[in-house]
């Protein structure tokens, strides 16, 4: 089993910069494909970014060159930069981890106002 938490959230003003974390606890961290998605209100989670084992990302498009993700095996723990933030950014953002199965964390909630 893993149990993920994400941190990192908060209140950014637009053309801002955020990076959000999710520790994981559990064992076996390294062997699990990591992902971050993103729930505006009223819309459907969406994938923002993708991890697989080897480090090979993946990026929704509208996300690409304003976002990376990143692992740290080590740490049991995968971030997520977020640059260059668009007032409609803001949303609430869940953690993932899949092997199979499928473990989301609680998530960490982005504003994106002035």
């Known amino acids: 089993q893993v149990q993920l938490v994400e941190s990192g959230g908060g209140l950014v003003q637009p053309g801002g910069s955020l990076r959000l974390s999710c520790a994981a606890s559990g064992s076996f961290f390294n062997i699990y494909v990591l992902a971050w998605y993103r729930q505006a209100p009223g819309k459907q989670r969406e994938l923002v970014a993708e991890?697989?084992?080897?480090?090979?990302?993946n990026y929704a498009d509208a996300e690409k060159g304003r976002v990376t993700i990143s692992r740290d095996n080590a740490k049991n723990t995968v971030y997520l930069q977020m640059n260059s933030l668009k007032p409609d950014g803001g949303a609430v953002y869940y953690c993932?981890?899949?092997?199979?199965?499928?473990?989301w964390g609680g998530g960490t909630q982005v504003t994106v106002s002035s």
């Open positions: 993932h981890a899949r092997r199979g199965v499928n473990y």
């Open positions: 991890i697989g084992i080897s480090g090979t990302t």
